[in-house]
T-cell receptor, first 116, second 114 residues
Framework: AQSVTQPDIHITVSEGASLELRCNYS??????LFWYVQSPGQGLQLLLK??????LVQGIKGFEAEFKRSQSSFNLRKPSVHWSDAAEYFC??????????????FGAGTQVVVTP | KAGVTQTPRYLIKTRGQQVTLSCSPI?????VSWYQQTPGQGLQFLFE???????NKGNFPGRFSGRQFSNSRSEMNVSTLELGDSALYLC?????????????FGPGTRLTVT
């Protein structure tokens, strides 16, 4: 079955430390891949996307993600987190099929807590 | 350019009532998708509209419906509300709704059903 998995429900990281959030997908073809962030009480903000080409993509707020086809993964990273990075992060995918119009499939999300 | 706007931001309704939520996409965006977010089920796709036509629909009962107007603004309606309909309803717009078009989300409407 097609799925998006974020193995970590909750991650705690110290301010200034590095952060890596995992995302794995299970689809027959390479999907279009996205990372979104949601702050409390807010909608989703697009951090970055991967469609094709260079497998390391840069996004906003100092985030980057690496696509690894062999591992069906699209992990999000940030070298040094700031307290304002505390939020919930969602990996999302779209696969070009006849029923894919406007439909993002989301992982369950990873809650990131930043400690002083 | 203004972002996606949703109204109202908060809503409290009683079981059995109906509700209409509104979404105004980013100027120039012609596709609007709707999602339901709950703690238990996460983010689930409701439906997508493009040029006033529903092109895709998620696995929700017929009580959930929507429409899109000629200016791309969209509304979704939930009839005969149930307690389980309490959720954050998010709409997202994209240029044409193809898989390669990223979606931009509004702040959501928090619906509470009592």
């Amino acid at each position: 079955a097609q799925s998006v998995t974020q193995p970590d429900i909750h991650i705690t990281v110290s301010e200034g430390a590095s952060l890596e959030l995992r995302c794995n997908y299970s689809y027959g073809a390479t999907p279009y891949l996205f990372w979104y962030v949601q702050s409390p009480g807010q909608g989703l903000q697009l951090l970055l996307k991967y469609f094709s080409g260079d497998t390391l993509v840069q996004g906003i707020k100092g985030f980057e993600a690496e696509f690894k086809r062999s591992q069906s993964s699209f992990n999000l990273r940030k070298p040094s987190v700031h307290w304002s990075d505390a939020a919930e992060y969602f990996c999302a995918v779209v696969v070009m099929t006849t029923d894919s119009w406007g439909k993002l499939q989301f992982g369950a999300g990873t809650q990131v807590v930043v400690t002083p | 350019k203004a972002g996606v706007t949703q109204t109202p931001r908060y809503l409290i309704k009683t079981r059995g009532q109906q509700v209409t939520l509104s979404c105004s996409p980013i100027s120039g965006h012609r596709s609007v998708s709707w999602y339901q977010q709950t703690p238990g089920q996460g983010l689930q796709f409701l439906f997508e509209y493009f040029s006033e036509t529903q092109r895709n629909k998620g696995n929700f009962p017929g009580r959930f419906s929507g429409r899109q107007f000629s200016n791309s603004r969209s509304e979704m309606n939930v009839s005969t509300l149930e307690l389980g309909d309490s959720a954050l309803y998010l709409c997202a717009s994209s240029l044409a709704g193809t898989s390669s078009n990223e979606q931009y989300f509004g702040p959501g409407t928090r619906l509470t059903v009592t």
